[in-house]
């Protein structure tokens, strides 16, 4: 009974973890935009993040190691600082938009401003981030987030895409001298998805709850079945979108237009509840990437860290945690659109894809660490793939991100 | 089968990578430079072809919003948004058009002067509804609407979408 009661926790879990502002505004972006011929990269994007959620959970699982642990321990120090620094830029960016995409459905819900409210969700992360145990981090957020699949219920209730949108599937309806945007939101979509903090922040909390080669079901189906629900949710923004904004001329730029088909379908009640959505899978992802930052750093340099130890014993754990919302605070209050910020850091997590995935490849063969658990020559061939797709996104966003004045 | 964490930490950068692995990464960063080489060269060469001019974008992206906004004040009227949402989106859509009007004049591919003229006087009347939308029914939101659609009209035009 247990099991089963921790593999509904699984699923629900991924199910929050999947969406976040970044996935959010580029699904909506991409059917505002470009009607269903985004829907392949979503596609895509949730087989990557499929396997390596499956590969870090297997890893955790077999070796009792937490990701960082083992680049820290595998590669060296100096190695380290590689992946180390990337991660912290990339998600204090993500983490800024992760607030300020709090705030702006906090907006949207109450009327109230989302610059005075940009302090109070930081405030609130910061709390749950500093003393919640691990249980209450992981599923909160999650059961909100559930909301989201009100987006599904939402393109059913619409009567789903009628037959003009339906060929832009297979043949996206780009126009001449929209490719730099089409494909700046193919890196995006892939950046928003496939996000390193993810791998640190499951890897980690699989050592919290001490997983073990009996876990390795419970590991399966929240990877398999949680992320296809999350990316459920995520191509029902996609549908939405293109059955809704693009008959409007919309270009979805700001995260408010994203709920305007919840509106058509289920009035304020809909808006509401993609309101409540954001603010659930925002949350979430804040909460995951404050925490994923923090356990990288704390791994890597060996300190003592553990969610659901007191603060005052693991205290330069609960150090990074401030510093890192200090500096997404500070980022925030720059004014930047959360929206725009979302997209943006999506970009530089794909741009930085590389080095958090490429020491994976090397770790999932060690024998060492895996056993008779290492991947197979599918999850391998699987891996290298997603390794050139993240390259490639890498190489293709910087100079769109520059060619299109930030998409 | 686990690694001993104390010696990592008491010696960084000790393990060295076996030659398998150390072969894996040289094809992959040699795939990885050929991939990135080439596609530098073709966003180089192709750049000015498939992006659009930055003033056919900054139309867009205002008829976008004046569009968006038409439709956020419908749904407040028609029951389907609440007051609260709406004020959240207008601050938003404010946001998203400030200082259009000065931008496009000196962006590349600008329309001609009387076409140029003719937009911002649509841009300043729709600007007077974001900047003071009627969300009651206490003022024309009819009036309001048809401005905005209008002036979201001209700028998707104007555009070439």
Redesign the interface.
């Known amino acids: 009974m247990k099991q089963w009661l921790s593999l509904a926790l699984g699923i629900v879990t991924a199910t929050g973890g999947f969406l976040d502002a970044g996935t959010v505004a580029t699904s909506g972006e991409a059917g505002a935009k470009f009607g269903l011929g985004l829907v392949w990269a979503v596609l895509v994007a949730t087989f990557a993040i499929i396997v390596l959620v499956e590969m870090i959970g297997r890893f955790t699982a077999v ?3 937490a990701y960082a ?1 083992a680049i ?8 380290f600082l590689l992946p180390l620094i990337s991660e912290i830029i990339a998600e204090s960016l993500l983490l800024a938009a992760e607030l300020g995409g709090m705030a ?1 459905a906090l ?8 610059h005075l409210l940009f302090p109070v969700v930081a405030l609130l992360i910061f709390a749950m981030a500093w003393r919640a145990p691990f249980d209450w981090i992981e599923n909160a957020p999650a059961l909100l987030g559930l909301a989201s699949l009100a987006f599904v219920a939402g393109v059913i209730w619409l009567g789903g895409p009628s037959k003009d949108i339906l060929p832009t599937l297979w043949k996206p309806d780009i ?7 089409y494909l700046y939101l193919v890196a995006a979509i892939l950046g928003a998805t496939i996000s390193p903090y993810l791998l640190y922040f499951y890897s980690s909390g699989a050592r919290e709850e001490g997983w073990t080669t009996r876990s390795l079901l419970l590991n399966r189906v929240t990877a398999f079945v949680g992320m296809g629900f999350g990316s459920l949710c995520s191509l029902a923004l996609v549908f939405l979108g293109a059955m809704v ?1 693009q008959p ?4 979805a ?5 994203i ?2 088909p919840m ?2 379908a289920f ?2 009640w ?3 509840l993609f ?1 409540v959505a954001l603010f659930a899978t925002c949350m979430g992802a804040a909460l995951e990437v404050v925490l994923g930052v923090s356990y990288c750093v704390a791994q890597g340099f ?1 300190w003592e860290w553990g969610e659901d130890k007191k603060p005052a014993e693991a205290a330069r754990f609960n150090l990074v945690i401030v510093i890192i919302l200090i500096i997404a605070v500070l980022i925030g209050l720059i004014g930047i ?1 959360p929206l725009q910020l979302a997209v943006f850091a999506s970009t530089i997590i794909a741009l930085v894809l ?1 080095l958090s995935l ?1 020491p994976f ?2 770790l999932m063969n060690d024998k ?2 895996l ?1 008779d658990k290492t991947n197979g020559r599918f999850t391998n061939l699987a891996m ?1 793939a997603i ?2 797709i993240a ?2 996104v890498a ?2 966003s910087l ?2 991100q520059i ?3 930030g998409g | 089968m686990e690694k001993s964490y104390q010696e990592a930490i008491k010696l960084p950068g000790d393990k060295k990578m076996n030659s398998k692995d150390c072969g894996t990464s040289s094809f992959l960063k040699a795939r990885a430079l050929s991939v990135s080489f080439l596609l530098c060269l073709l966003l180089i060469a192709s750049g000015c072809q498939f992006t659009q001019s930055a003033f056919a974008k900054t139309a867009g992206n205002v008829g976008a919003t004046f569009s968006v906004a038409a439709t956020t004040i419908q749904y407040v009227h028609q029951g389907k948004l609440s007051v609260a949402y709406a004020h959240s989106s207008f601050e938003n859509y404010q946001r998203q058009l400030q200082g259009a009007d000065s931008q496009m004049p000196n962006e590349a591919g600008v329309p001609d002067k009387q076409t140029l003229t003719h937009l911002l006087d649509l841009y300043r009347t729709a600007m007077q509804a974001i900047n003071n939308p009627c969300l009651n029914s206490t003022c024309d939101w009819r009036s309001q609407v048809a401005q905005l659609s209008q002036a979201s009209k001209a700028f998707v035009e104007a555009s070439g979408s």
């Open positions: 070796s009792k190691k642990e820290r321990e595998n590669f060296g120090f100096r190695f702006i907006s949207l819900i109450t009327g109230i401003s989302w126009k001449q001298g929209d490719l730099a945007d904004l409007m001329n919309s270009q730029n700001t995260l408010g237009e709920g305007l509106a058509k009035g304020t809909g808006a509401l309101a060996g659109d590389p490429l490849l090397v060492q660490y056993g290298l390794l050139l390259f490639v190489i293709v100079p769109l060619v299109t004045g």
